[in-house]
């Protein structure tokens, strides 16, 4: 059975930084790409970075010089860090396992998991 177990998520200031967390298990981690994706009110759910297995990143133009998504294969965990956060950031983020992450391709996998409450309010 396939876990994904977000943390990290709470309020923040604009401007401000929070580390997003996801520990997998049930999945060989080292093999599957990673990706985070969030869903903001309103708004469909969209690609935030993805990391192949490989470490190749790729990122939505709207975070890729402030978010750095990172892996550690020993702990089985994926992380997003988001630096100088924006009101439009505030969205549920989801963990996603098993997708494809490269230049010309994003496409999701199978796995989710159960999100993680950003909210960037002064």
């Known amino acids: 059975q396939v876990q994904l177990v977000e943390s990290g998520g709470g309020v923040v200031q604009p401007g401000g930084s929070l580390r997003l967390s996801c520990a997998a298990s049930?999945?060989?981690?080292?093999?599957?790409?990673m990706g985070w994706y969030r869903q903001g009110p309103g708004n469909k759910r969209e690609l935030v970075a993805g990391?192949?297995?490989?470490?190749?990143?790729k990122y939505a133009e709207s975070v890729e010089d402030r978010f750095t998504i990172s892996r550690d294969n020993a702990k089985n965990t994926v992380y997003l860090q988001m630096n100088r956060l924006k009101p439009e950031d505030t969205a549920v983020y989801y963990c996603?396992?098993?997708?494809?992450?490269?230049?010309?391709?994003?496409?999701?996998?199978?796995?989710w998991g159960q999100g993680a409450q950003v909210t960037v309010s002064s």
């Open positions: 996603n396992a098993g997708g494809i992450y490269s230049a010309d391709i994003s496409r999701l996998g199978p796995y």
């Open positions: 049930g999945i060989i981690f080292s093999m599957n790409a």
């Open positions: 990391i192949s297995a490989g470490g190749r990143t």
